[in-house]
């Protein structure tokens, strides 16, 4: 029978009052470098898929897949990541998934054909894993639990940065150099992110842990595959599809496998008691819930801006500065505001400010003003950020000090698994919702009722803002089909968000539940 306590973890460096290795003020910045890389080409590689599917002849579906197998990767991999830094540190873990990052980025610019591209994309999603749980374990070493929720804050704020000038760089690159100059971006950058890393940030790791629980690990990685996989393709073969239920029965069985598993293992992959703790349990649902209604409805605004209001990719992205923008004043107040409210107001709150931002998108016309998303963008960051803050808080901060990688694993996952879902779930909605009110939209312009099978031939289209118009038509018949497909895309995003809005409700009242919780340094998670 082994225990996994603080005491057994190398001492965190959030004492230390020189400066240099171990400082926690220098590891903050080290990570935050490393982590903005990551969110840079997140936000960049959305404003860059339109041209990259230009030059490489890439379909619709070969672009979600630019997106889709890196997410894949990422959800598969990041709590058996987690384990990594638990077992070999969290310091060389999070080095080897800088260098690797910065390494696909540049094969990915060097790409000639959409399938290498995407095949880069799954193998730098595996390396974003090893990346992201280590950033948030490296923070949790080096601050005391009494600062702890200003430091993630301070994290937060980070990748609010990187949120608000992503569309930008992006739009200029984009419009400005090439679509592969978004990548090679992440070298220098990585580059600076590898040599601060190696100077300032202290190793930790776990040492009672000696092996990993690699049965544990193909089950895990089975499970979230037949999850995440069956999650993106279910909108292609249908909710009700023999496939669809196919993955979602092996998501279920490999799943209560995993779990059977871990209760026996000697040193198991997940620790069940992890989830004894009742905050660890609903932050983890928390998270899933607010990835969800945030990745959900945010997925549709590219289309929006770009389909419905012809905008570039430079001035998509000043559409959407006010959100990113916010974070960086918004993350640092969550932490804040979690240390003197605790986490049951602050997020409960949060998602409370945040439905009523979707309720505000919901209401959005085809003759938006800037200012008229400008308003709910704000308020979206003011409401997802201490709900993000909060949520990643009590899983890291209440989970074991040596169980650290594996919680931020938890919480990356968890984040991953909503957005997909939400991403999903929220695009078949929508697409749904266009096809029941595209044919009335098409009367009402003067237009023939369309027959069941060209609204199936044209929902996929307008579901993107784009309007299924043939250059052979007459103008008069053009300009009315393209405005009906652009209300019928309204109504489809207005009930996306109105969907959005429910969740973040839902959400608000599970947080009334939350309890802050004791600091775990001291309490044992049993490994068998």
């Given at each position: 029978m082994?225990?996994?306590?603080?005491?057994?973890?190398?001492?965190?460096?959030?004492?230390?009052?020189?400066?240099?290795?171990?400082?926690p003020w220098l590891t903050m910045a080290a990570v935050a470098l490393g982590v903005i890389m990551v969110m840079l080409d997140g936000t960049v590689v959305a404003i860059a898929n339109p041209a990259i599917g230009e030059e490489l002849n890439a379909s619709l579906a070969d672009l979600q897949w630019v997106t889709s197998g890196y997410l894949l990767a990422l959800a598969v991999f990041l709590i058996t990541a987690g384990k990594f830094g638990d077992l070999f540190g969290h310091k060389r873990v999070?080095?080897?998934?800088?260098?690797?990052?910065?390494?696909?980025?540049l094969a990915i610019?060097?790409?000639?054909?959409?399938?290498?591209?995407?095949?880069?994309?799954?193998?730098?999603?595996?390396?974003?894993?090893l990346l992201q749980p280590?950033?948030?374990?490296?923070?949790?070493?080096?601050?005391?639990?009494?600062?702890?929720?200003?430091a993630i804050g301070i994290w937060g704020a980070a990748l609010g940065v990187s949120s608000a000038g992503g569309p930008l760089l992006g739009g200029v690159l984009v419009e400005q150099v090439s679509w592969q100059s978004v990548f090679f971006i992440n070298v220098p950058l990585g580059l600076i992110a590898l040599v601060a890393g190696a100077l300032v940030i202290r190793e930790s790791r776990a040492e009672t842990l000696s092996r990993i629980d690699w049965p544990g690990v193909v089950l895990l990685s089975g499970a979230m595959f037949c999850l995440v996989w069956g999650i993106i393709k279910a909108p292609e073969y249908g909710w009700g599809d023999a496939r669809t239920l196919a993955f979602g029965?092996?998501?279920?069985?490999?799943g209560a496998l995993f779990v059977w598993w871990q209760s026996r293992a000697a040193e198991p992959l997940v620790p069940l008691g992890l989830f004894k703790n009742a905050s660890v349990s609903i932050g983890t649902v928390l998270m899933v819930l607010t990835a969800f209604s945030m990745f959900g409805a945010m997925f549709f605004l590219t289309f929006f801006f770009q389909g419905v209001h012809g905008l570039s990719p430079l001035e998509s992205g000043m559409r959407m500065l006010p959100m990113s923008a916010g974070m960086i004043v918004a993350s640092p107040l969550a932490g804040f505001l979690l240390g003197k409210l605790g986490p049951k107001i602050t997020i409960a709150g949060g998602m409370l400010v945040t439905a009523a931002a979707m309720f505000l998108l919901s209401r959005l016309d085809l003759d938006a003003t800037y200012l008229d998303s400008a308003i709910p963008f704000v308020m979206l960051s003011f409401g997802l950020s201490p709900v993000m803050v909060g949520a990643t808080e009590i899983i890291v901060g209440n989970a074991p000090a040596g169980l650290s990688g594996v919680a931020s694993?938890?919480?990356?996952s968890a984040m991953q698994v909503g957005g997909s879902l939400g991403t999903a779930v929220l695009g078949a909605l929508v697409v749904a919702e266009v096809a029941d009110v595209l044919p009335k939209h098409m009367t009402d312009a003067g237009l023939p009722a369309p027959t069941a099978e060209q609204v199936e031939v044209m929902k996929n289209a307008v579901?993107?803002?784009?309007a299924p118009v043939d250059p052979s038509m007459?103008?008069?018949?053009?300009?009315?089909?393209?405005?009906?497909a652009h209300l019928s895309f309204m109504d489809g995003m207005s009930f996306g968000y109105t969907v959005s809005c429910v969740i973040a409700v839902v959400a608000a009242v599970l947080a009334l539940f939350v309890k802050a919780g004791r600091k775990t340094d001291d309490m044992p998670v049993h490994m068998g």
């Open positions: 082994a225990h996994v306590n603080a005491a057994d973890t190398a001492p965190p460096s959030g004492s230390t009052s020189g400066r240099g290795r171990g400082n999070f080095l080897i998934g800088i260098a690797g990052f910065a390494l696909t980025s610019g060097l790409s000639q054909g959409i399938g290498m591209l995407i095949a880069f994309r799954v193998l730098q999603g595996l390396f974003g894993a280590a950033s948030l374990a490296l923070l949790r070493a080096a601050f005391p639990p009494e600062r702890l929720n200003m029965g092996a998501t279920v069985l490999v694993g938890v919480q990356q579901s993107y803002g784009v007459p103008e008069q018949v053009a300009q009315a089909l393209t405005r009906a």
